[in-house]
């Protein structure tokens, strides 16, 4: 406990966490209002409203991604991880500490932005022809499929740091850790976009890639024609984040600091 | 006793050697001397050609209806649209065709209920007249046509265009159009009042038999109504449109005496099958015209007429395009984005380049060593660019080779999906450019690196200039795509581009299907316009910061 006291010390007696929060939450309504204001429904369209309000956590999640890997490459690039283990001998108690105010953090700023993404979607949207009468939902801000939407985004950001956590653990280098979880979060999600792979290939790769299968908790209509429900893809993220804490885990414990 | 006149102290020494060459090789030594530069660039290089190579793989054709659409093939062995409505007489050897336009009235076909009137125009929808080898659909052509969007034009073999007359032909001020055959040449004409001609343009028609066919022709190409979002299934709406004109003085020299006008629709039904989308995502909402069935390219053809009293003639063309297939998917553009992986390499290469010397307290000594600081910047970003641009070049044409095998023996159809080779003009610029952009993402990362002195900080911006926006390009909506993809760096991903694009086809540009909205290398040009200023505020932000 006094674990998880410190570390919560060390990320709040530092500007950049909270920045980097706050940022988050800024770029992840923003997009979200952008998105909200572009889209417009004027004959028919079949939008999945809640997840079109939600989008701006496809851009949140690098911040989200930065400041786990952050809570460990900056003891690793000024020394403090020595004073950490120092403190806190027992490794996998130090990480576990790190895991928890992650968590607790990512989760309170998500929720934040989540819930005010949503508000935004729910009045801006009726003005763009989502009326519910072109095909398009009014945005129930109580419906079990929009609660659902919305806590599994919160969730996901809350996973997609814990994956980068673990990964920060194993490589260490802040750089390189960054530009190794942008690469796994983004580029097959791009690539699967772009339509012109074997239909196998996509249905895998939209399975099993952690952005993919996990972003399919934000779906709320047709659910039967994704290629993983809901909760499974978010189930698969977390395989991916605890892969990745193990890995972090098991290497951090066999290291030398 | 005089007080001794004080010399400033002069060392005998020449004055160091700070000019910039020196500065060049000096950071060069600091590149070429680390091996783990060396070790990361080259990696960077093959994860390049592996990432590009194992997304080729899995970009199996086979499976994929956009990978061999039915389409014609044109003279030059390219797919190409040949549908269209056209009064047509056997024209025997040498002769010539000419008609006066005196209107043109193009729009949406009745009932088709967009619920908007806004976008009915069809800037490229074509009525005129037309000398074509036979009625297969294919075949070689030369046509002279008004359009309501881009005057009068003078169209042969598909990928040929030549602008003649602005403006649209009406009552008041009529186009004349003439097509003179002589062998294998048809000469294109325009005039305002009938006696003073204009020539556009000479089409040489290879192989053109004696007997050819020559008349009225009109084309209305769908209108698609491009949509993108993230939130659904992308909608490509099809509006199904027509163009209307009246022709009158038509005259036919050298056709057979008394023939008649045969009126009929040419290559329906062998035009391109275009599916919406593809792949096995969910069904598109897609509308094809009033009776469904029909899509892109094979407009309902219900809407052609053809009328002709004392020497007025009225045709309307629904449908159809006499233009090169443009394909919506981009295949050899999707594959090479693996070049991603590379670029992340690359990106953080370059802020290392700098950020590493700020971590080990070497910068002091570079700037002690040489004061000026905007030189040691300039000399790291010509390192670090030339580096990464030669190891990009081989990385890319390795990847490119590869990637062009793979598609081409997965089912990938060469004449709507082009096989370019390395030395030719497109392979070059996807070569070149693809290095060149590696390039300026190191100097941007390098950049970065200066200002943020910390390399997470200066990866994290640069990813989220660079990478961050063609992601965001596949998934906002369509307007703010477009924008996204307009003022970022990631306008350079354009030079990629694997499928050629004509401007006398109406292209719906949808970042969705990998399009990018700028010209290839205006987007580079947003590229470098990027790294200058970033390398201007790294410069500025060194002179005044301590180090």
Sequence with gaps: ?257 | MSTPTITPYRSAQRPGRDDFPHLLRAEWTKFRSVRGWWIAMIAAALLTALAVAAIASAANGKQNPGAHPTVAIGPGGEAVTDSFYFARQSLDGNGSITARITSLADGELPGQGTGSSTHTAQPWAKAGIMIKASTTAGSAYAAVMATPGHGVRMQYDFTHDIAGLAGVPSAASPRWLRLTRSGDTVTGYDSADGRHWTEIGTASLAGLASTAQAGLFAASPQYVLGAQGFASNNNQPFFDTRITANFDHVRLAGARPGGAWTVGHIGFGTGPAQPANVNGRPPVSVHCGPNGGHCKGVATPQGSRFSEAGGRFTLSGSGGDVAPYVADLDPLGTVLKGSAVGLLAVIALGALFVTAEYRRGLIRTTFAASPRRGRVLAAKAIVIGSVTFVAGLAGTAIAMRIAVRKLHSGGWVSSVYPVWSLTSGHGLQIVVGTAGLLAVAAILALSAGAVLRRSTGAITVVVALLIVPVILGVTLPQTAAVWVLRLTPAAAFGLQEGTPRYSQVMHACLPYNGCFPLAPWTGFAVACVWAVAALGLAAYVLRRRDA
């Design chain 1, 1 to 257: 406990m006094s674990a998880v006291h410190a570390e919560w010390t060390k990320l709040r007696t530092v500007p950049s966490p909270g920045l980097l929060l706050l940022t988050m939450i800024v770029v992840t309504v923003g997009f979200g209002l952008l998105e909200d204001v572009g889209q417009k429904c004027p004959t028919s369209c079949s939008y999945d409203s809640p997840k079109l309000s939600l989008t701006g956590i496809l851009v949140g999640q690098a911040l989200v991604a930065v400041l786990a890997a952050l809570m460990v490459t900056s003891e690793y690039g000024s020394g403090m991880i020595r004073i950490t283990l120092t403190a806190v001998p027992r490794r996998l108690t130090a990480l576990a500490a790190k895991a928890v105010v992650l968590t607790g953090m990512v989760l309170a700023a998500g929720a934040f932005a989540a819930a005010w993404s949503l508000i935004a979607g729910r009045y801006i949207l009726p003005g763009n022809g989502f009326t519910g009468a072109h095909g398009s939902e009014v945005l129930s801000l109580s419906a079990g499929s929009t609660l659902r939407a919305a806590g599994g985004s919160v969730l996901y950001l809350a996973l997609i740091g814990l994956l980068s956590l673990g990964l920060a653990t194993a490589v260490r280098d802040s750089g390189a850790s960054i530009a190794l979880l942008i690469g796994l979060i983004y580029i097959v999600p791009l690539i699967v976009q772009l339509g012109v792979l074997d239909p196998r290939w996509e249905r895998h790769l939209e399975r099993w890639s952690p952005m993919n299968a996990g972003m399919a908790i934000q779906a709320t209509r047709d659910l039967n024609t994704l290629p993983i429900g809901p909760w499974p893809g978010l189930g698969v993220l977390a395989l991916w984040a605890a892969g990745a804490l193990l890995l972090g885990g098991l290497l951090l414990r066999l290291r030398d600091a």
